[in-house]
Structure formats: C-alpha cells, structure tokens
C-alpha cells in the first residue's frame, strides 16, 4: 500500500491522540497512586498537565478525523467535505472521540479534588479504553473479548507510559526520601500492571495474527517485530530502574536521582516511537486474521 500525505498526516494526529490521551490517563492514575507521597507543588503540575494533555488529545482526534476525511478524497478539499467527515465519523471515530472526550474532562474535573478520587480514574480509563471502540480488535469477529484485552492493554500502558512525565517532575523537587518513596511505590505498583498488559497484548497479538507463522510472513507481523523489540528496550530501562536505581535512591544515593532522569528521558523516546510505530502500522496494513 502506497502512503500519502494525507496518510502521513492522519498517523501523526494519531500518534499525538495516543501520546495526549495516555499521557493524561496515566497522570491521573500516578496521582492516585502516589499522590500522597509527593510535594504540592508537583502534584499542582501535574494536575496541568492532565488539563494541556486532555485539550491536545481532543485537538489530535479531531485532527485525525479531518485528515481521514482528506485521505479517501486525495485532497484537503475532503476536510470540507460533509459527507466524507461523516463517513469516518460514523464508521466508529465519533463514538471513539466522544467517550474520549468525556472521559477527559471528567478526570480533568475530578482530579482537582484535594486527594484523586475514584471518579477521576473512571474518566481517565474510559478515556484510555476509547481506542478499543474503533480499529482492528473491534472488526474482530466476535468482538467482545478483543475489545476487553485491548481495553486491559491500554489501561496498562496508560499506567507506565502515562506516568513517565509526572515521575520525572517529582524527581526533579530535590526531596530525596519523597522520590525514592515515589518510585518504589510506582514500582511495586508497576510490575502487575506490566505484567497484565503484556499477558492481554500477547493475546490479542496472537487472535489478530491467526496464526503464529503470520508474524513472520505478513506486513503486519513485520511492524509488531518492530515494535516488539522497542518494547522489549523499554522493559529492560524500566527493569534497571526498578532494580537498580529505587534501591540506591531508597539508601540515600543522590547521585541516583540523575539516573533515574536519565533513563526517564530515554523511556519517553521508547514510549513515543513505539505510539509512533503503532500508529503507522495500524494506518497502512490490516492483520491477517481480518483478510
């Protein structure tokens, strides 16, 4: 399949939509998690950047809808195009914006509340599992129980991608023992949720190849190697985070802290090309369990 520059375009706003929107969700489950360990002044900024994140991720998926218009008519003259815009509304990005958008401001609402609440978690997952509502685990027949592993997928990846960034501002306050204490609360807290989005990804990887010799012998098996093996980087940064630098930050090292940046800084990259990758296959080739 030959891609254009309207393909190009709809990839990007998809990508900035999936960065924006687990960015924001997993900032909410961050707070909920370690909001009781961390100063006021990081939790102030994080709580913005679930309000900046929530606003790109709305922006990115009415971008991509208009860029999916302006691809099937070749020209931006599609973005004017009423019907086309419906089209792709209709064919499931409207309901997918919609829940997305109302998860966010809910969560947007709800976080600002003295300690997050619940409610601010069930706008942040609903808005991390709209994405389950369109593309190929919907198209899945029957649909049911490859929507719930994509759901559980996101939720997860929202958890530790999504928590990279207020992380990063938390270890940038200069109180040792509230960062160490952070991280190893979002480290104990991280390695059930990883192992859970791993378990539901290779399941739904293995309903959407429909057979195994497909990761090897399709387009589309090709792109998940891709992305499989950025993954696996991401894991062993977030494995030496865990098991070498919480333990020197919990006895005291400072020099840990630089560290534990550093290997933040590099896990965001990961984190964003692997959206990106996602983001492009899941664009130009379908799996082979829907040819």
């Known amino acids: 399949m030959s891609v254009g520059l309207w ?33 006021s002044m990081a939790a102030l900024r994080i709580r913005h950047l679930v309000l900046c994140l929530a606003a790109l991720s709305v922006f990115g998926g009415a971008a991509q809808i208009l860029a999916s218009a302006a691809s099937m008519s070749g020209g931006a003259a ?63 027949n029957p649909d049911v129980l490859p929507m719930l592993l994509l759901s559980l997928h996101l939720v997860g990846v929202a958890f530790w ?16 023992p509230r960062i160490a204490a952070t991280a190893a ?23 959407l190849l429909g057979d195994s010799t497909a990761i090897w012998a399709s387009t589309y098996g090709r792109w998940v190697i891709c992305k499989l093996a950025l993954v696996a980087c991401i894991l062993c ?27 933040i800084r590099f896990e965001l990259l990961l984190g964003g090309v692997i959206l990106a990758v996602t983001a492009t296959f899941t664009t130009v080739t379908g799996p082979p369990a829907l040819d």
């Open 78 to 140: 599609g973005m004017l195009d009423g019907s086309l815009v419906g089209m792709v509304w209709q064919a499931g990005a409207g309901r997918a914006n919609a829940i997305r958008a109302l998860g966010l401001l809910l969560a947007a609402l709800a976080v600002w509340s003295e300690r997050t609440s619940w409610l601010a978690c069930l706008g942040a997952a609903a808005a991390a599992t709209s994405f389950a509502w369109t593309g190929h685990a919907r198209s899945l």
């Open 185 to 207: 609360r979002f480290g104990a807290a991280a390695v059930f949720v990883v192992g859970a989005l791993i378990v539901a990804g290779a399941t739904l990887l293995w309903m």
């Open 237 to 263: 940064l977030a494995a030496f985070n865990k098991l070498r630098l919480t333990p020197r930050l919990l006895a005291g090292d400072r020099r840990a802290v630089r560290g534990l940046r550093d290997t």
């Open 7 to 39: 393909d190009v375009a709809v990839i990007a706003a998809k990508t900035i939509t999936y960065a924006a929107t687990l960015g924001a969700a997993g900032a909410v489950f961050f707070l909920k998690v370690c909001g009781a360990l961390i100063a």
């Open 161 to 176: 991608l999504g928590a990279l960034t207020p992380l990063s501002l938390v270890a940038r306050d200069g109180d040792l």
